[in-house]
Nanobody, 117 residues
Framework: QVQLVESGGGMVQSGGSLRLSCAASGNIFNRYNMGWYRQAPGNQREFLAQITTGGNANYADSVKGRFTISRDNAKNTVYLQMNSLKPEDTAVYYC???????????WGQGTQVTVSS
């Protein structure tokens, strides 16, 4: 069982930055591909970024060039640096852990990000 706890959300003005963190329990963090998703009211959950166990990152087109995902295996933590934020980035942001074998998948409880114009 892996527990994920997100932090770092809040309110920011358009053009501002936030860094989200997701701390994972357990000592097998490096066996999981880690991802960030978001869900705005009335919308489906949307993929944003993933970083593999090997450190390779990929991004949704909507955030490419503005968001950066990174991981610190020693701290069991994954980060999402968000720059040039827009009002349409307003959503609840979720952390996801996906075992590299595809056998287990976990979600955090989410953290609210609100971008004002």
């Amino acid at each position: 069982q892996v527990q994920l706890v997100e932090s770092g959300g809040g309110m920011v003005q358009s053009g501002g930055s936030l860094r989200l963190s997701c701390a994972a329990s357990g000592n097998i963090f490096n066996r999981y591909n880690m991802g960030w998703y978001r869900q705005a009211p009335g919308n489906q959950r949307e993929f944003l970024a993933q970083i593999t166990t090997g450190g390779n990152a990929n991004y949704a087109d909507s955030v490419k060039g503005r968001f950066t995902i990174s991981r610190d295996n020693a701290k069991n933590t994954v980060y999402l640096q968000m720059n040039s934020l827009k009002p349409e980035d307003t959503a609840v942001y979720y952390c996801n852990a996906d075992h590299w074998l595809g056998t287990r998948n976990y979600w955090g409880q989410g953290t609210q990000v609100t971008v004002s114009s």
